[in-house]
């Protein structure tokens, strides 16, 4: 069983950044691709960012493509999702989660899930 924890969120400028962390307390968390995933409130859960479990591959939703940036240190079993240029579109709560099986966009692929970290944008 794998747990997540997620840090880092907090309130910031739009134009600003903030790097949110996901701290995995699994035994091997090498072979476990993982993937950010964002929920504002009325809406969806919906797909931000996916990194295999090499941290060789990456994927990104379009609406953050060129601001946000996945990367992993599989020595700290940690994933960090680094964000700039920070829009109140972006305003949600951050999730991160263990990739099972399948498309690496659908919630329906992970099966780990941690609780969450709130990331809210001002204009």
């Known amino acids: 069983q794998v747990q997540l924890v997620e840090s880092g969120g907090g309130l910031v400028q739009a134009g600003g950044s903030l790097r949110l962390s996901c701290a995995a307390s699994?035994?091997?968390?090498?072979?476990?691709?993982m993937g950010w995933f964002r929920q504002a409130p009325g809406k969806e859960r919906e797909f931000v960012s996916f990194i295999s479990g090499s941290g060789g591959t990456t994927y990104y939703a379009n609406s953050v493509k060129g601001r946000f940036t996945i990367s992993r240190d599989n020595v700290k079993n940690t994933v960090y999702l680094q964000m700039s240029s920070l829009k109140p579109e972006d305003t949600a709560a951050y999730y991160c989660?263990?990739?099972?099986?399948?498309?690496?966009?659908?919630?329906?692929?992970?099966?780990?899930w941690g609780q969450g970290t709130q990331v809210t944008v001002s204009s």
């Open positions: 699994a035994r091997t968390f090498t072979p476990y691709a």
């Open positions: 989660a263990s990739h099972y099986s399948g498309g690496y966009s659908l919630l329906a692929s992970y099966n780990y």
